[in-house]
T-cell receptor
Framework: GAGVSQSPSNKVTEKGKDVELRCDPI?????LYWYRQSLGQGLEFLIY????????KSGLPSDRFSAERTGGSVSTLTIQRTQQEDSAVYLC????????????FGPGTRLTVL | TQLLEQSPQFLSIQEGENLTVYCNSS?????LQWYRQEPGEGPVLLVT?????EVKKLKRLTFQFGDARKDSSLHITAAQPGDTGLYLC???????????FGTGTRLKVLA
């Protein structure tokens, strides 16, 4: 009965480097979301997957951000040429797929860009 | 741009006191959710409300969805230290799967 897992839990990188953040959703969950949370504030929507497709990627802040999902399971969020303003906690959530189904969140990846 | 404003931003109270957190928007939402988040963890869903005027109770927590489905409140009776955390509201509009999260209310209950 594993929940949503994310790796790494913490990532420190230098400005200009690329980073990859991984999300393993709950088995059988077709919907997957990525959010960004700064300084313990509210969550900022980044992208939503249904299966391997991303019908809504409207929240990605710039073309440095991209995400993919393979096999209807694992998802990777990639940030290229990181900037200091990218520092935040990146949260992943999965759900069964309906618009009102409960989202189950992972513990997040804390990204620090020096 | 859809925004969900929460108030207050911070709240520090003594054990046993009552409190209310508000979540307001100018947009209409088809459903609204409340979450609690503890340090180092992801948010955990407390409740979903979908009908204007709906009231749901979860032990000492009472949730209300406004008649116009633009606002919501969370009332905690006889707060306990275990209620400490960041409370977030989140709304979704009809036809989308995108959740708009509120600005958050950080609650600290002192023993």
């Amino acid at each position: 009965g594993a929940g949503v897992s994310q790796s790494p839990s913490n990532k420190v990188t230098e400005k200009g480097k690329d980073v990859e953040l991984r999300c393993d959703p709950i088995s059988g969950h077709t919907a997957l979301y990525w959010y960004r949370q700064s300084l313990g504030q509210g969550l900022e929507f980044l992208i939503y997957f249904q299966g391997n497709s991303a019908p809504d990627k409207s929240g990605l802040p710039s073309d440095r951000f991209s995400a993919e999902r393979t096999g209807g399971s694992v998802s990777t969020l990639t940030i290229q040429r990181t900037q200091q303003e990218d520092s935040a906690v990146y949260l992943c959530a999965s759900s069964l797929g309906g618009s009102r189904d409960t989202q189950y969140f992972g513990p997040g990846t804390r990204l620090t860009v020096l | 741009t859809q925004l969900l404003e929460q108030s207050p931003q911070f709240l520090s109270i003594q054990e046993g006191e009552n409190l209310t957190v508000y979540c307001n928007s100018s947009s209409v939402f088809s459903s609204l959710q409340w979450y609690r988040q503890e340090p180092g963890e992801g948010p955990v869903l407390l409740v979903t409300v979908v009908t204007g005027g709906e009231v749901k109770k979860l032990k000492r927590l009472t949730f209300q969805f406004g008649d116009a489905r633009k606002d919501s409140s969370l009332h905690i009776t006889a707060a306990q230290p275990g209620d400490t955390g960041l409370y977030l509201c989140a709304g979704t509009t009809s036809g989308t799967y995108k959740y708009i999260f509120g600005t958050g209310t950080r609650l600290k209950v002192l023993a």
